[in-house]
């Protein structure tokens, strides 16, 4: 009942419903197109949709001046100038500019949108951000700017920098997340950033700066913080210090070698995920993280690390570790410290021959394992994995040949087996293992003959719910796995089995799954009739 119920949730916040909003004098004219959406809950969109039409100025809106407008869509167009009267609309709340030739002295005043404006993209115009930004001055309830692939005009030995008090006269107190990627900066003064004290993400991807700026110790605020893709090669003591609400730190494409002890000072009790991919790290950062007592999630993949001893040691639970292309070479205490917190591990493309099972063991939590790209030397998998604690192993892209059933003859649970790409023409060994071995195995992209064993493995009831999934040859004609077609040419040439087990707890799992499903549209239904009462409710 609370599947279903939380489902039915998802569901009433997804319904929805195209209504009437007409312009057809304006469609003609301009060639733009107007639509409605009404939500469940009744409330409306209405969106005019003039994105890639080659448009050289602003399109005439005056015949929609007595329509509420939701969203003003202009992408893609070759629009050098607007001004306060070209929005002779009321109600814009997200006006979308981007992609067009609109320069600083291009773009009056938008203050007229300020009582209802909440999102503005200006990106990949030609706006010299540092040339000042007064044209969006008093946008009060603004919570969303995009000023992506803009310009910094204000060059100083061949710097691109952001300057001091940039944002600071414009009033955007409601500024919740500011975009600047792509834009070329290579510095940020330390008060750049002053006015948007109430920022909570800010995204400066794809540009050149070579630390972490100090400007963003003034927004307090701060939870998320995009600095991916520039040229920061340290991470300094104390670069956060002040920012204790900050829950996420992205710092992949780099070129990050150092990570100072203290780096992480002040994010004690908030910081939850820290993306670290693609840098030159040659260990762990095990002292600067050691007290990040929040810490979830880590992604330290394509670095330089090649041994890991006791370097999880410290106050978090880390449930998620992504160590994906390292050279990694594994000893007992690799995973010391996450033995009892580490439910998803990512070891993809990281050299090993074979599945470190004595290491992994250690890993009490552990559900969901990917050790795909990895191309085992031995073209045949026979590794007993019965000590571990996955649920879903994922061994896709390995060049594996053959998988023998030893390998799950003393599971303590059944898994997931995903076998995606590999070279495997036989799965004879889902027959060979114990009944219910497995909830599913997925051997896509594997060039498997539709043979009886095929045919066995689809009718015998041996896998739990999903079953067996991909794609199989018979006579040089493809077959989806599973279907009637496939079955009906398999009966030709095998005597079908006889169903021996129904996997003792999947058919209850499945069968409560059916029951929930059918509340779960039942309750839909409810929400639907209930939308159409109140529309009729509303005519009456």
Not at 154 to 181: A, G, M, T, V, W
Not at 425 to 444: L, W
């Amino acid at each position: 009942m609370i599947l279903a119920l939380n489902f039915v949730t998802v569901s009433m916040v997804l319904i929805y419903t195209l209504a009437d909003f007409r312009c057809p004098a304006f469609e003609k004219q301009t060639q733009c197109t107007c639509r409605e959406i009404v939500w469940w809950n009744n409330d409306r969109m209405s969106i005019v949709n003039c994105s890639f039409l080659n448009l050289k100025t602003m399109p005439n809106l005056s015949s929609l001046s007595n329509q509420n407008v939701t969203k003003l869509l202009l992408s893609g167009n070759n629009i050098s100038t607007v001004s306060v009267s070209d929005f002779d609309v009321r109600s814009i709340s997200e006006l979308d500019l981007s992609r067009n030739t609109l320069e600083t002295g291009g773009i009056g005043t938008l203050s007229q949108l300020g009582a209802d404006l909440t999102k503005l993209n200006l990106a990949r115009n030609r706006i010299a951000i540092d040339q000042g930004l007064m044209f969006i001055k008093n946008l009060s309830i603004l919570t969303e700017l995009i000023l992506d692939s803009n310009t910094i005009r204000n060059y100083e030995n061949d710097s691109q920098i952001l300057p001091d008090d940039i944002f600071r006269d414009l009033r955007l107190h409601s500024l919740r997340k500011l975009s600047l990627r792509s834009c070329g900066i290579t510095m940020i003064e330390p008060r750049a950033f002053v006015g948007l004290e109430s920022i909570k993400e800010i995204d400066l991807t794809y540009n050149y700066l070579e630390k972490v700026p100090s400007a963003i110790l003034q927004l307090k605020n701060l939870e998320r913080l995009f600095l991916g893709g520039n040229d920061i090669t340290k991470i300094a003591t104390d670069s956060f210090v002040t920012l204790d609400a900050l829950e996420e730190i992205v710092l992949d494409y780099n070129e990050l070698s150092t990570i100072d002890d203290g780096a992480f000072r002040g994010l004690e009790d908030s910081l939850k995920e820290l993306e670290l991919h693609a840098n030159y790290l040659s260990q762990i950062p095990t002292a600067a993280m050691k007290q990040l007592r929040k810490l979830l999630f880590l992604k330290i993949s394509k670095n330089n690390i090649k041994t890991i001893k006791n370097a999880f040691q410290g106050d978090y639970t880390l449930n998620m570790l992504e160590l994906d292309s390292n050279p990694l070479v594994f000893s007992k205490n690799t995973f010391q410290g996450l033995e009892h917190s580490l439910e998803t591990l990512f070891l993809r493309d990281v050299g090993m021959s074979i599945i470190p099972v004595a290491e992994l063991s250690s890993l009490k939590t552990l559900s969901y394992l990917d050790i795909s790209h990895n191309h085992f030397h031995r073209k045949t998998f026979d590794t007993d994995i019965s000590t571990l604690s996955v649920k879903t192993l994922v061994m896709s892209n390995n060049s594996l040949r053959h998988i023998s059933p030893s390998a799950f003859i003393n599971l303590r649970h059944p898994i997931g087996l995903d076998l995606d790409n590999n070279n495997i023409s036989n799965i004879s060994f889902i027959i060979s293992s114990p009944p219910c071995s497995f909830r599913y195995v997925d051997v896509t992209g594997n060039p498997i003959e539709c043979d009886c064993d095929v045919e066995e493995i689809l009718h015998t009831g041996i896998i739990f719910g999903m079953g067996l999934t991909g794609v199989c040859k018979l006579n040089e004609t493809m077959y989806e796995i599973g279907s009637s077609i496939l079955a009906e040419q398999l009966y030709t040439f095998c005597n079908r089995t006889e169903r021996i087990s129904w996997c003792s707890g999947a058919f209850q799992s499945n069968r409560a799954l059916q029951s929930n499903t059918g509340l779960t549209l039942i309750n839909v239904w409810v929400v639907f009739v209930c939308f159409l009462l109140n529309k009729r409710w509303e005519v009456k």
